[in-house]
Structure formats: C-alpha cells, structure tokens
C-alpha cells in the first residue's frame, strides 16, 4: 500500500480473537432487540473491523505480496467461518453450492483486486473509482428523487474525500481497481441474497473456501515465506479475521435487514471509517475538505428513504 494513501478500503484487516468476537456478536444478536438497532450501527462496527485490520494489511505490503496476503485472507476467514457456523451441518444442494461459490469468488476477486491495485495507483483516487460498483447497484434500484438526492451526496461526498484528483497514471492499476468496483458490486448482490438464504454464514464460509481455491493461482506461490514466519503468519490470518470474518459476517446480520441500495449507499460510510482511521492510528490530519466530504455522505445516509417489510 503506498505510503501517504489515505484510505483503505474495505479490503484489508487483522484480528487477535475472531471466535469469540463472534460468538460475542452472535450472543448480543439473540439477546438484544436486533430489530431495534438501526443497521447503521451493524454497518459502523463492519467498517472499524475492516479498517482494524487495515491498519495492519498496510504495513504488511512491505514484506508479504499482495495476492498473498489476499490468498491469506480469504483462507483463514473462510476456515474461521466454516468453523463457527458449523456448516457441514447443513443441507447443500447444488443451486446452495452454486450460490456460496459465486459470492465467495466474488468477494475473494474483490480482495484480490483491490490489493493489486493500490500497488500502482493513489489509494485515495483507487476509493473514489471502485465506489462506481456500489454506485451503480444503488442507481440500477432507485426510484425516487429523495433517494437520487443521497445516492448524488454520498457519491459527491466519496470524491472530495478522495482528493478531488484523478490522475491515474497507471493503467493497469485503473484496471484492476476497476475490476474490483464490479467485484464490489457483485458482492452486495450477491450478499444481499446469500443473507436471505437459509444457509446465511454458513454459505459465507463455504464460499470464501471455493474463492480461495479460485485465487490460490495468485497467492499460494509467496506463501512459503509466510508460513515460515509465525509473525507473519499471525498478521496474515488477523487480515482474514478482521476484514472478512468479522466484517463480512457482520454484513450479513446487515444486508438480512435491509435492501441492496441501501447497503449500497450505506458504504460510502467505509471510507468515512478510513478517514477517522487514519487520524486515530496512523497519525493523519482531517482538513477542511475531509469535514465537507464526511458530512456530504452522513447527510446521504439520513436523507435516504428507509425500506419497506420486505428489502429487494
């Protein structure tokens, strides 16, 4: 990740404890009123473990590849998962496997991407780009001017906090960034499905297993290195943890409960996450433009209209 990036997107993470956080969040999600917590709350504690683990994933691009450090990612989430939600308990016919397999190459190419681009562009202009997928899900589901007034605010919002710049100057890392917005699209389509299954976890884990089969071509070959070194091992398994584990299972508890556009909005809150981010942990300033670029996509995410009993 190239020194001075700003924002890390939702690919990145670290993560001491992943069981027990998330039987601590399976725990708070029976004997709390779920329903009663907004689902922005679900998405915030999503984004700070993605960026918890990002903060980690940044320094780690100094020694470990980054289709490495993706392949270990989605191995370690998809093990965590597999194991938490005990999913060979379930029933899997072929349209269930079919289901988990595309999501979770999806998300694993998303990683994947995403990683490889911010070897070779600006992280902050890399943000702005791969938001058109989430952008486009939300644009291809709006029907109404209150709702394309916080879709244009959260996009307007997302490119100043980027920097107002796009000079890419790389354009292998603009396609790869790219690559990662459609990823990132088909991420909460798909998830937003996989939510609703029956299998819910269970197919998360299960999928994130087919993805890293799918992106092992990329990864396994640096990951001697890493499994030679328990430090690095540690900080590549806490990537899975934190980012996809945790992050993506906390997704799921979101995406079950509302419609597809507005999570898709609701992800401009991520690099919003990635600003606060870096000036709590990474000693980064907050200027003039940050405060207008947060308050656009806060304002985004009230002005939106609320789903209906039954998210599409």
Not at 74 to 83: C, D, G, M, R, Y
Not at 246 to 271: E, H, N
Request: with cysteine.
């Amino acid at each position: 990740m190239s020194p001075g990036s700003r924002f890390v997107d939702h690919n990145g993470a670290m993560a001491d404890a992943p069981t027990a956080a998330s039987r601590l969040a399976r725990t708070t999600a029976r004997t709390l009123p779920v329903g009663a917590v907004p689902p922005e709350a679900f998405f915030i504690v999503s984004a700070v473990a993605q960026y918890a683990g990002a903060v980690i994933a940044k320094k780690l691009f100094n020694e470990v590849g980054p289709g490495t450090v993706a392949w270990f990612r989605v191995f370690t989430a998809a093990i965590a998962l597999t194991l938490f939600s005990r999913a060979w308990t379930r029933t899997w016919d072929r349209a269930a496997l079919t289901s988990a397999a595309l999501f979770g190459i999806a998300t694993a190419a998303m990683n994947l991407f995403f990683y490889l681009a911010i070897q070779r562009i600006n992280l902050g202009i890399g943000v702005a780009i791969e938001f058109i997928g989430p952008i486009s899900v939300a644009a291809a589901r709006t029907r109404t001017g209150r709702n394309w007034m916080a879709l244009l605010l959260a996009a307007i919002g997302v490119v100043v906090l980027a920097g107002l710049q796009f000079s890419v100057g790389d354009p292998v890392g603009l396609l790869f960034m790219l690559c990662a917005s459609a990823c990132w699209a088909a991420y909460i389509v798909l998830g937003s499905r996989m939510a609703k299954s029956s299998n819910g976890l269970a197919g998360l884990g299960v999928g994130l297993f087919m993805g890293a089969i799918a992106i092992a071509p990329f990864g396994v070959s640096g990951s001697g290195e890493v499994f030679r070194s328990p430090r690095l091992l540690f900080l590549c398994a806490c990537v899975g943890m934190f980012s996809s584990a945790i992050a993506y299972g906390v997704d799921q508890i979101t995406m079950k409960r509302i419609s597809a556009r507005r999570f898709a909005i609701l992800s401009a809150l991520l690099p919003v996450t990635a600003v606060f981010a870096g000036l709590l942990f990474l000693g980064e300033t907050l200027s003039a433009l940050d405060v207008v670029g947060v308050s656009l996509v806060v304002i985004a995410v009230l002005v939106q209209e609320r789903d209906g009993a039954t998210p599409q």
